[in-house]
């Protein structure tokens, strides 16, 4: 799979004719495929996500929201856009080669890189060729500190997690947590680091913190160690994958305190993946398709009907971040100037997405509200904290 040829394909407006000249069976509900929109004038937008290997399930939902925002802006004919994916399985060089790719198409923006230690890799590029990015669930600290033209609509764990230690310090009325996290994954260290911080801030005792590996699949040892600590609740610092595993080894060993997570932990997947084992767990999001809200309702419903699914949180952030991007280059009016695009995008304020209302404060981090998150029964549901 490291071998895999990556594929680039340019996304546009399905026609008929198109679909039956290429072969390909329909746009809307797809990933895949390579139409383009014919336009001249078109905006190039590069994407960049893991659409195979171990975090595909992120990828895919960020395709499939990025895929539905374009095909909705070329129906209306008024801005085509030319969509470029790149597939860089969550590898740090890979994301590096699909970045320099792109920046030969000479790409408008680049949505992406997906994950913190692609962002790390890659950013540096990005940042040299002077093409404005936008990270879409991109959450470890210090990244855009890598240059001026790096921008995120993820919410980094230094804003997240607070959030989610307060609101359920609150609800919970927890004394002592156990911390563990993937040692080897810059999102997971950075969210374990502010847990920590914050759980003293409130008062909580930290009385153990374990580690392990991201490719690790046995975690008997560590979780020895935190029931033999007895904590009030547990923190879990990974992606879901880890995580699920984790959870269903808590559980048969009989532990069933409360169980926090990071932005690792905001997927149906998880659910899917540990079932029971995940009820009771804690995250804070951005996204929930319960909004009352008639653009977050709508873009749930068209979601659904293309993919067959609810969006996720990966999906709808994809989707804002398109519309995004959209309403830099209208502001700046060009596709072509990437100094205009970058300020325009750095100006943005108040932008109304599916994910809430956007700002990007000084270091370009957005500036949006938060909604602690409980699982039950296999899917996130809304905890109201007065």
Not at 155 to 179: C, D, F, M, R
Request: charged residues 25%; glycine residues 8%; aromatic residues 6%.
């Amino acid at each position: 799979m490291m071998h895999m040829r990556k594929v680039m394909k340019t996304i546009g407006i399905c026609s008929m004719a198109a679909i039956m000249m290429a072969g390909i069976s329909g746009c809307g509900g797809k990933t895949g495929g390579a139409v383009s929109s014919g336009a001249k004038n078109a905006a190039k937008i590069g994407f960049t996500a893991a659409l195979t290997g171990g975090a595909a399930a992120y990828g895919k939902s960020e395709e499939e929201g990025v895929r539905l925002a374009v095909e909705e802006i070329n129906k209306k004919g008024n801005f085509p856009i030319d969509l470029l994916v790149e597939d860089t399985k969550a590898v740090p060089a890979d994301s590096m080669n699909a970045t320099k790719k792109l920046i030969q198409e000479k790409v408008s923006m680049i949505i992406g890189p997906m994950t913190s230690n692609e962002a790390k890799a890659a950013g540096p590029i990005i940042q040299n060729a002077k093409v404005p990015s936008l990270e879409i669930s991109v959450t470890a600290e210090n990244i855009t500190d890598i240059g001026d033209c790096i921008f995120r609509n993820s919410v980094p764990e230094s804003k997240n997690i607070p959030q989610t230690v307060k609101k359920t310090h609150k609800l919970l009325g927890y004394k002592t947590a156990a911390i563990l996290y993937a040692h080897d994954n810059e999102q997971h260290v950075t969210a374990q680091k502010y847990f920590q911080k914050t759980m003293e801030e409130e008062g909580v005792q930290v009385i153990d913190v374990e580690t392990f590996g991201s490719k690790d699949s046995e975690y008997s040892a560590q979780l020895t160690n935190v029931q033999h600590k007895a904590p009030d609740v547990i923190v879990v610092c990974s992606y879901y994958q880890e995580g699920s595993r984790i959870l269903k080894k808590m559980r048969e060993m009989g532990m069933d305190q409360p169980v926090l997570g990071d932005n690792g932990f905001v997927s149906p997947e998880l659910g899917k993946m540990a079932g029971a084992a995940a009820d009771n767990v804690y995250v804070s999001s951005m996204w929930s398709a319960d909004r009352k809200d008639e653009k977050v309702q709508k873009f749930v419903e068209n979601y659904t009907k293309a993919y067959g699914r609810a969006p996720d949180q990966f999906a709808a952030s994809a989707y804002d971040g398109v519309y995004m991007a959209m309403d830099a280059m209208q502001r700046a009016g060009t596709t072509t100037d990437h100094k205009k695009i970058r300020d325009a995008l750095a100006q943005m304020k108040d932008f109304k997405g599916v994910c809430g209302t956007f700002s990007f404060d000084e270091k370009r981090d957005p500036v949006v509200d938060l909604i602690l998150m409980k699982m039950q029964d296999g899917k996130f549901g809304v905890v109201d904290v007065k």
